[in-house]
């Protein structure tokens, strides 16, 4: 196996200038299409990273499902032309092999696979002794062990370059996203890998062009890394991913009107204001944490009382009332609904919980 000559270095920097940026097709479908996508997207100055699928995932059967190995000859040209390294999207280890046999730059591994640990664990066996920098994207389920469980394999493979993409999760309700953000999942990778650059993918989190902008906007202001933008030379005949795809200028468009904030300031008086709002937080903080001791508490005395009594825990009149209460209350204190309605049912599952041990002598 020829070594990749390591050419991106996934790391994070504190108050970047610019995120890092990664685009190109959806797909690679022709010759012509990759390199003029890629020559356009050069010129923009912006792209660190091109990017394109030559092996597709595709839901149903009879769709393009990629060019294959002939493109990753493509995408090497293109990358020769433009001097931007090339990432393709691996899936097994026929993969892996034929596209180190290229000399492509970077690797990814997609939602569908990342949610098979033998698919992740069969890519990063054949990874072992490479030197190659590997993206992984989130599963399609919001399940953040199993994105975790994919980054271990990976780096127990011996990988260091690793970044992770969030691009969405599935979910059977319809909503304004193809693939829901839950931005919480990604801000607790975060939490538990600070070290590890975070990429962002709106293209598969919006499926449509108009939100690419909002989302992209939003990722920064979560301080995330870099995005990841699907770009076409036309995007309405594009073979995948049609809708959700830019022209390269439009594509500029989007980089060009982020708003990038820093992370830290160095200025005090702006620092001194911080903490001392900070520290309002945490009385407040605190203040909660008495109050909910204090209501599990009585939770606790009214279990005792309706297990003296033979009562069932639920009681789904009194359950009814209390939401529609606190959300009548919490709407009129400008907090929304849904928000009440979630903080009222973490506690209501709590105090069962509580209640549940005391009648069952746990
Ligand atoms: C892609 O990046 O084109 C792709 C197939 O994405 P995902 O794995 O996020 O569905
Ligand atoms: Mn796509």
Wanted: glycine share 4%; with cysteine.
């Amino acid at each position: 196996m020829i070594l990749t000559e390591k050419k991106i270095k996934f790391e994070r920097i504190s108050n970047k200038q610019k995120p890092f940026i990664i685009s190109g097709p959806c797909s690679a479908e022709t010759s012509e299409q990759v390199i003029r996508t890629c020559v356009e997207l050069s010129k923009t100055n912006v792209v660190d990273l091109l990017r394109a699928g030559v092996w597709k995932p595709r839901t149903k059967p009879d769709t393009f499902e990629g060019v294959g190995e002939e493109a990753l000859k493509w995408l090497k040209e293109a990358s020769k032309i433009t001097k931007i390294p090339v990432a393709v999207e691996v899936a097994n280890s026929k993969h892996v092999e034929l596209a180190l046999k290229y000399q492509i730059d970077v690797l990814w591994i997609g939602a569908r696979t990342t949610v098979n640990p033998f698919s992740v664990q069969e890519i990063a066996d054949s990874l072992k002794g490479v030197n190659v920098p590997v993206m992984v994207k989130n599963p399609i389920n919001p399940d953040i062990e199993l994105w975790i469980g994919a980054i271990e394999r990976i780096i127990r493979a011996g990988i260091k370059n690793i970044a992770a993409i969030h691009r969405g999760f599935s979910s059977y309700e319809k909503t304004l996203y193809r693939n829901k953000p839950y931005w919480e999942i990604p801000i607790e990778l975060r939490r538990r890998y600070p070290n590890i650059m975070l990429i962002c993918d709106p293209s598969h989190i919006s499926g449509s062009r108009d939100l690419l902008q909002s989302i992209s906007q939003k990722a920064m202001d979560l301080n995330f890394d870099g995005l990841m933008i699907e770009s076409h030379i036309n995007p309405d005949i594009a073979w995948s991913d049609s809708k959700q795809q830019v022209t390269p200028i439009d594509f500029k468009k989007i980089i060009d009107n982020l708003i990038l904030r820093k992370d830290k300031s160095t200025n005090n008086e702006f620092n001194n204001t911080l903490d001392v709002l900070r520290e309002k937080i945490d009385n407040i903080d605190l203040e909660i944490l008495d109050l909910i001791e204090a209501r599990m508490k009585i939770v606790e005395e009214i279990g005792k009382y309706k297990k003296d009594n033979n009562i069932t825990i639920f009681q789904p009149e009194r359950w009814r009332q209390i939401i529609n209460s606190r959300t009548e209350i919490g709407i009129k204190k400008n907090l929304s609904e849904k928000f009440i309605k979630e903080v009222f049912e973490v506690i209501h599952k709590e105090s069962i919980k509580k209640q549940y041990k005391i009648m069952n002598y746990i």
